[in-house]
């Protein structure tokens, strides 16, 4: 629509100018003015994470601040004096500023990249890790740049995580390159996230910043979207007419383990389990929270923990994802015990999965596990579990993703229906199991879900308020469910 530079240029500059800061792109300016952030690279022309970088500085002490060094294509020579003296936090218009003569927003401009700013790019991958969200992959010059860090010899150490809001809609390029980073031996995942500002605020929550910081941002966050209403009371018809698929949580740890130890989490799952301590714990920040034993854990972390002092801190499962994900895993953990599951946990949530009984060695047990296993072949066919020999012999079997949500006042262990599959060894996007699982599925409408339902529901909890417990001997990793699961009833004018 419009040939020339200088007309697309005000185009984007009128475009841009009208725009203001989001709540998701102010912690990013957070994370920049407080050092928690090396490097920002962006294919947008607008200014925001400039304004949102100088506001976080303004809010800091004056020996608190990092300024933000930003190059574009008018200014190259400032990512290179960054790389060189590693003067960051930095900001690398990839495709220009909307307020120079310098952009690229066609389709043969976007071919190519700027020499120097695709080797800012390309080294500071070779030194951090990549969080890439908010972008589709459709600019093959920045494809091309993050496909040749692939060929250093320790490309991404510290992963390389793609945000999108649905993994099935990723572009056929975008696969290839994630496809390609597994197989050069980068830890690469895909991260789903709603919105950009779900992503940063869940980020938020998880590091360290100070005080007078973190109360800027809170002054700052969204409303509210869910809040509380008062529902017209009317006469209902009878009941029930819909089963959900969520157990009632009626108590669970309300406190952890809180170790001053720094370790990375992977580092932290291999001496967990190495020494087999029976403990479940995730990294917060300078700090580890943990569920099970401290005698195990301390014994696993070794001389990192030999001189600290383990204390205690309250959960905040509403507040703190970080506090969730931990209930999650020890809950997660808690439910395979004496039932014929195995649990998972992947990029994509928690899984519990049906397992074949027949390698129990106690025969009695052998048999209460196969009589738990009954009602899903009623429900699902003798087909619970196995292997795909025309897909290399990966194991699938019928299963459950379970999460912990908070509504009306309560905590619900969330369980979906799905068939898990064993996870393709190169990655492979879209899995090509896919189609097979689909045909799977085709024929379980409402009827055969009811039952799926009513199936995990009685294995998960078969008492009315059922005690599960992660760890044998730890009373920090009990919970309780109760076993009436939630229910939808209809009012005279709909659903109530």
């Given at each position: ?176 390159f994630l496809a390609k980073a597994v197989s ?103 700090h580890i929270i943990a569920l099970g034993s ?147 599925w085709f024929q379980r409408r409402n009827k ?49």
């Open positions: 629509m419009y040939q020339l530079a200088d007309d697309r240029r005000r185009y984007i500059a009128e475009a841009v100018e009208r725009g203001s800061p989001s709540y998701g792109q102010r912690v990013l300016g957070a994370l920049l003015a407080a050092g928690h952030t090396p490097a920002v690279f962006t294919t947008n022309f607008d200014a925001l994470v400039e304004q949102s970088t100088s506001w976080a500085n303004d809010v800091l002490a004056p020996d608190d601040r990092h300024p933000l060094r930003v190059s574009a294509l008018a200014d190259v020579d400032i990512a290179r004096r960054v790389l060189n003296q590693g003067d960051w936090p930095l900001l690398v218009k990839l495709h220009g500023d909307y307020q120079s003569d310098a952009i690229k927003n066609t389709t043969a401009e976007l071919r190519e990249q700027d020499s120097s700013l695709r080797l800012t790019l390309t080294e500071s991958m070779r030194r951090f890790g990549l969080v890439v969200a908010g972008y589709s992959g459709r600019d093959d010059s920045v494809m091309d740049a993050l496909e040749e860090v692939l060929t250093s010899p320790s490309p991404y150490p510290n992963g390389l995580f793609w945000v999108v809001r649905s993994s099935t809609r990723l572009l056929p390029r975008v696969e290839d050069a031996g980068v830890e690469a995942w895909l991260v789903e996230s709603e919105t950009f500002d779900e992503l940063l605020a869940a980020v938020e929550r998880q590091v360290v910043l100070p005080t007078e910081l973190r109360e800027a941002l809170e002054s700052r966050s969204p409303s509210e979207l869910v809040v509380d209403v008062s529902l017209p009371v009317v006469e209902v018809a009878k009941f029930p007419v819909l089963r959900f698929n969520a157990l009632p949580v009626v108590a669970m740890p309300s406190n952890a383990i809180s170790a001053p130890v720094n370790i990375d989490k992977h580092e932290l799952r291999r001496v967990l389990r190495e020494s087999r301590a029976s403990v479940d714990a995730v990294p917060n920040g300078p401290d005698r195990d854990l301390r014994d696993a972390l070794g001389s990192a923990a030999s001189t600290v002092v383990f204390g205690t801190r309250a959960l905040d499962p509403a507040g703190s994802t970080v506090d969730q994900g931990l209930l999650l895993n020890a809950l997660t953990r808690a439910l395979s015990r004496d039932r014929p599951l195995r649990y998972v946990f992947d990029d994509r949530g928690n899984v519990l999965h049906l397992r074949d009984p027949s390698s129990a060695r106690d025969a009695a047990y052998r048999g209460q596990l196969e009589a738990k296993l009954a009602p899903f072949r009623d429900v699902y066919g003798k087909d619970l579990f196995g292997a795909l020999s025309k897909f290399g012999g990966r194991k699938y079997a019928e299963g459950v993703r379970i999460r912990l949500d908070f509504r009306l006042s309560q905590w619900w262990l969330v369980f979906e229906p799905f068939t898990w599959v064993e996870r393709h060894p190169e990655r492979i996007r879209p899995d090509p199991v896919a189609p097979w699982i689909r045909e799977r055969e879900w009811a039952a799926m339902v009513a199936a995990w529901a009685s294995l998960l909890v078969p008492d009315p308020e059922t005690l599960v417990q992660a760890w044998s001997g730890e009373e920090t990793t009990k919970f309780v469910l109760g076993q009436k699961t939630a229910w939808s009833v209809p009012g005279q004018e709909g659903l109530a």
